[in-house]
Nanobody, 129 residues
Framework: QVQLVESGGGSGQVGGSLKLSCSASMSPAYSFASRCLSWYRQTPGKEREGVAAIWTGGVGTEYYADSVQGRFTISQDSSKSTVFLHLNSLEPEDTAMYYC??????????????????WGRGIQVTVSS
């Protein structure tokens, strides 16, 4: 089993930066390596949106939604079973609850379909001008 805990949210200014962390706690039989770890976000009344994903094996291929490409960066620290989301050039539209998600299947082509076995409880990000 996997437990995901997000941290680092809060308030930021337009044009500023925030950093989110997702720490994965796993049973001994489960490995952090070669998994698809993703960040999603959701605002009231809207569907959950895939923001970014990373394959924790190999070269750590990254995937981004068009809305955050060039502004957000996803990274990992495999020694700590942690995935980060660096939010730069913040916009008011980035205000949302952000969720970390993990699955065994590849990220390729389907990382934003919402089909993940494990989810964190979410953390709020608020961007103000």
């Amino acid at each position: 089993q996997v437990q995901l805990v997000e941290s680092g949210g809060g308030s930021g200014q337009v044009g500023g930066s925030l950093k989110l962390s997702c720490s994965a706690s796993m049973s001994p039989a489960y490995s952090f390596a070669s998994r698809c770890l993703s960040w999603y976000r959701q605002t009231p009344g809207k569907e959950r949106e895939g923001v970014a994903a990373i394959w924790t094996g190999g070269v750590g291929t990254e995937y981004y939604a068009d809305s955050v490409q060039g502004r957000f960066t996803i990274s990992q620290d495999s020694s700590k079973s942690t995935v980060f989301l660096h939010l730069n050039s913040l916009e008011p539209e980035d205000t949302a609850m952000y969720y970390c998600a993990a699955r065994d299947a590849s990220c390729i082509r389907t990382w934003s379909n919402g089909q993940f076995e494990y989810w964190g409880r979410g953390i709020q990000v608020t961007v103000s001008s």
